[in-house]
C-alpha cells in the first residue's frame, strides 16, 4: 500500500493514496478502531490530474 502522509497539524492529518490503497486504508482503519472523527475525501482536481499526466508522458 503506498501513500502520503503529511501531518497538518496536531488533529489533521493528509494522506495522498491511489483509490484502491485509499479502499484498503479505510477498512483497515475502521476495522482497528482508528480514533477520527471527521473524514473528508477530496478528489484531484484538474490541475493535479494534467500535472499527473504530463509528468508521465515526460518519464517516457
Same mark, same amino acid.
Given at each position: $500500500? %503506498?501513500? +502520503?502522509?503529511?501531518? /497538518?497539524?496536531? #488533529? /489533521? &492529518?493528509?494522506?495522498?493514496? +491511489? @483509490? %484502491?490503497?485509499? !479502499?484498503?486504508?479505510?477498512?483497515? !482503519? &475502521? =476495522?482497528? =478502531?482508528? @480514533?477520527? %472523527?471527521?473524514?473528508? $475525501? &477530496? @478528489? @484531484? =482536481?484538474?490541475? %493535479?490530474?494534467? !500535472? #499527473?499526466?504530463? !509528468?508521465?508522458? /515526460?518519464?517516457?
Amino acid at each position: $500500500m %503506498e501513500r +502520503t502522509l503529511r501531518q /497538518i497539524n496536531g #488533529h /489533521i &492529518v493528509e494522506i495522498d493514496a +491511489t @483509490p %484502491e490503497d485509499k !479502499a484498503a486504508f479505510l477498512r483497515r !482503519a &475502521v =476495522g482497528e =478502531g482508528a @480514533p477520527f %472523527e471527521d473524514l473528508d $475525501m &477530496v @478528489p @484531484p =482536481g484538474l490541475d %493535479e490530474l494534467y !500535472a #499527473h499526466f504530463l !509528468a508521465e508522458r /515526460i518519464s517516457q
